[in-house]
């Protein structure tokens, strides 16, 4: 078997003789002798003549056939030992998926709602500002992934094999696409519907769905050589198992402060706060592209990242063809995100630009102990409230921004509740403001016109991690002292994405069955 790479103008799709051609030069044999090529990963570039390059896998007729990777097979679970999961965004899906591989039956407990309702609490948040606290754009069947873009850039399998998630996704119903595409991403109009089809396996093959059920509180019961769990819900529902899976999302602060109030253990943990920086997207078209950019080229994207004054600031969940939605997940916060659509036709592209936070920075939270950035991202999400009375979000374009100058006029933006022009370089805090201000000028060195007065800035990106971690046994994967409690994905401080998040719910759910 060789791998190799090969490229194509964007609009030449290689056809299968095409590549066994291909394969044969490659590999110094006649085509006759190609068994099998296939395409292992597909990347844009865009640096001279706009191409794909292809990394093609290949076998001759005298070496074994390349492998073919199988799902596992779903049990049927109604009657198996429960696992009590919570959290229905991609690590609670995703773990709930992985126990019906294992023969045990999820029991899956969500605070927001099914996809659909979620839907409609979305658009009335968007529309008029009404916001559910346990369904929008973070809580909801799942979870946060569902209406940010769908994402999954995550290629590496360090943690665990990112197959799983991916043909499991395909089979669910995403484009196979994403099987070989560099910067895969499925679209929020499509999510949704995958999401539906995830729940109905689970249910099918016996597991539960609880929806508008949420976790207030623990209990471990001691009973012998076993230990069983009591998850003891807002509506007085409790929920037994001898094993929990706790993936409640990065928003969950309720989480942190329950466990704090039993004396378990937490970790402050570095997170990253900034803007959105919204550009027209014909703009970054036409950089990436350099001017070459035609109508049935995929919407540009982009990835920066510089150090200042000894911190990363970085570009972060870019949504090219996107719009800005409100995140906020409590009254009197302003949060803000990015999604797309799948086919990215919006005339925007954004990104958060973030700075790293690390609990060095912020000594004056320090009273807070393990809560110290917690405390600070808050703060920093109620003062952009505060100055807009509203979900509107306070904004400022670009150079104004770095020249200490608020906006005489905005221009438009997809973000629906609206903007409002501010001095976000005294909103947001000074140590921030100063690593951005540093950080776009570079950033325009790398792409030239970046730096714009066209560009517009919304504040606040900051629900970028969790800036609390659950700490666990890195053998076992169950919290520190509590066995049997399985603390997993971005909630917990362990992942950041779909795919990461996916793969720690399936790694905590190998650990549950151990």
């Avoid at 597991?207 to 998850?231: I, M, P, Q, S």
């Avoid at 570095?270 to 990436?288: C, D, K, M, T, Y």
């Amino acid at each position: 078997m060789k791998e190799f790479e090969v490229a194509y103008p964007i609009r030449q799709i290689p056809s299968e003789e095409e590549l066994r051609k291909a394969a044969a030069r490659a590999m110094g044999v006649s085509p006759a002798k190609v068994a099998e090529s296939r395409v292992v990963r597909r990347s844009l570039d865009a640096r001279g003549e706009i191409l794909y390059r292809y990394r093609i896998a290949a076998s001759t007729t005298d070496e074994p056939a390349l492998e073919e990777y199988i799902l596992p097979e779903y049990q049927y679970v109604e009657n198996a030992e429960p696992v009590v999961v919570i959290g229905g965004g991609p690590a609670g899906m995703f773990a709930s998926l992985r126990l019906l591989m294992e023969g045990r039956k999820p029991v899956i407990l969500e605070r927001g709602k099914d996809v659909h309702a979620r839907k409609r609490d979305i658009g009335a948040l968007s529309q008029n500002g009404a916001l559910d606290p346990d369904s929008n754009f973070c809580f909801g069947e799942g979870g946060a992934g569902t209406f940010s873009d769908g994402k999954l850039f995550t290629r590496s399998n360090k943690r665990g094999d990112i197959r799983e998630v991916l043909h499991q996704l395909v089979a669910f119903g995403a484009d196979p696409s994403i099987l070989v595409d560099a910067h895969p991403h499925i679209g929020s109009d499509r999510l949704p519907a995958i999401v539906e089809n995830i729940r109905k396996c689970i249910v099918e093959h016996g597991g539960e769905y609880h929806f508008e059920t949420r976790a207030v509180d623990f209990k471990l019961h001691d009973e012998g050589n076993l230990k069983r769990w009591d998850v003891i819900c807002a509506g007085g529902e409790t929920y037994s198992a001898r094993s929990v899976i706790l993936a409640a999302g990065h928003s969950s602060k309720e989480i942190y402060r329950l466990f704090d109030s039993k004396g378990w253990p937490l970790e402050a943990k570095g997170f990253a706060l900034g803007v959105r920086a919204e550009h027209p997207q014909s703009l970054i078209n036409n950089i990436r592209y350099h001017g070459k950019y035609q109508p049935w080229m995929p919407a540009a994207e982009y990835s920066l990242v510089t150090q200042a004054q000894g911190r990363g600031v970085f570009s972060f969940c870019m949504c090219p063809g996107g719009i800005l939605v409100p995140s906020a997940t409590a009254p009197g916060e302003v949060v803000l995100n990015g999604m797309s659509n799948s086919d990215r036709s919006s005339r925007w592209a954004n990104a958060g630009i973030v700075c790293q936070v690390e609990p060095g920075d912020v000594p004056d939270y320090d009273r807070y102990g393990v809560f110290a950035l917690l405390e600070f991202q808050s703060e920093v999400e109620r003062r952009m409230y505060s100055f807009s009375s509203s979900i509107k979000a306070p904004a400022q374009r670009m150079l104004d921004f770095c020249r200490k100058a608020t906006s005489a006029g905005l221009p438009p933006t997809s973000y629906h509740p609206g903007a409002v022009s501010a001095p976000l370089h005294e909103l947001l805090p000074e140590f921030v403001y100063s690593r951005l201000r540093e950080a776009f000028p570079a950033f325009n060195r790398t792409m030239k016109g970046f730096y714009t007065n066209d560009a517009l800035l919304l504040a606040c990106e900051s629900r970028t991690s969790s800036p609390v971690r659950i700490p666990r046994n890195p053998e076992t994967m169950s919290c520190i002292d509590l066995p049997g409690l399985y603390p997993c994905g971005e909630g917990a401080g362990y992942a950041g994405g779909i795919v990461s998040s996916a793969v720690d719910g399936i790694l905590a759910a190998a650990a549950a069955t151990a």
